[in-house]
């Protein structure tokens, strides 16, 4: 067991979207995570500066960020933080890339 929970930041635009972690999170019983949910990826980033956060759950189709230089944006604020993309897209080059960019992929597509 677990003394502190583990953080987890979720930056997603579409509250349909956000809804799916959060449900999955909450069918564990023991409170081992906290989720705090952003909008926008500027919010996100500011949390990543303000607060201590143990991963982040980051979907590239955001309004003030797109693609993959959503995820080289959060991994230069935090390059030791592993980031999970959550994605739609079933782009098997847009799942590398952001592998290579510092995120592990997460969605219709898988990479490693």
Do not use: F, Y
């Not at 067991?1 to 972690?21: G, Q, S, T, Y």
Request: charged fraction near 25%; glycine fraction near 6%; aromatic fraction near 0%.
């Amino acid at each position: 067991m677990m003394d502190e929970p583990i953080k987890i930041l979720l930056v997603e635009d579409n509250p349909a979207d956000a809804r799916l972690p959060r449900e999955a999170l909450m069918e564990v019983r023991e409170p081992w995570c906290q989720l705090e949910h952003v909008e926008r990826l500027e919010a996100g980033l500011k949390k990543l500066r303000q607060a201590q956060v143990d991963a982040v759950l980051l979907d590239l189709s955001l309004p003030d960020g797109q693609g993959i230089e959503t995820v080289v944006r959060v991994h230069a604020a935090a390059p030791a933080l592993p980031i999970v993309v959550l994605t739609g897209l079933n782009d098997d080059e847009i799942a590398i890339q952001a592998v290579r960019s510092g995120a592990a992929s997460e969605g219709s597509t898988m990479a490693a």
